[in-house]
């Protein structure tokens, strides 16, 4: 079923739950996985003009890290890249030319009654990419996984 996932990250706290459910189903479905980190060129051309090259290095380095994290997070091989430009955009065309299954990300969201706010970056890679998107929400303080389901339960 899946041949090819794509893991984007940020290196966020909010996206390690879905690195770890997309390096499950590398596992369960033998896939091959790519992770992918995006320097957002707006955070670059929103810099004071001095700093800019120093914010663009500050970037790549962090992506390394995330990318690090999620290597260390496997046995099984990861195929990386760190590209710049418009994080949904790029995350398209990169799914789109490793031929892949399956994008996995982590949401941004925020708990409230009834209510759930995704991501803009997850938000725009949903509603855009012609490939099957996975969201992966962080789980709040007060919610614990079911060890046999990898589903939420209330704490």
Do not use: W
């Not at 949904?88 to 399956?102: F, G, K, L, Q, W």
């Amino acid at each position: 079923m899946f041949e090819t996932i794509v893991i984007a990250t940020d290196g966020s706290e909010s996206v390690r739950r879905a690195v770890d459910v997309a390096l499950d189903l590398a596992d369960r479905f033998d896939a091959e996985v790519h992770c992918l980190y995006v320097v957002d060129e707006g955070d670059v051309a929103s810099s004071p003009e001095r700093l800019r090259d120093e914010m663009q290095d500050a970037l790549v380095e962090r992506g390394e890290e995330a990318i690090d994290e999620v290597r260390e997070s496997t046995d099984r091989d990861v195929v990386t890249a760190i590209k710049e430009g418009h994080p949904p955009s790029v995350i398209d065309e990169y799914a789109r030319n490793v031929d892949a299954d399956v994008v996995a990300l982590g949401t941004r969201g925020r708990h409230g009654e009834n209510r759930f706010l995704i991501g803009s970056v997850a938000e725009r890679v949903v509603r855009t990419c012609p490939i099957p998107v996975l969201t992966v929400r962080q789980l709040a303080a007060d919610e614990g996984e079911d060890e046999l389901t990898g589903t939420p339960e209330m704490g």
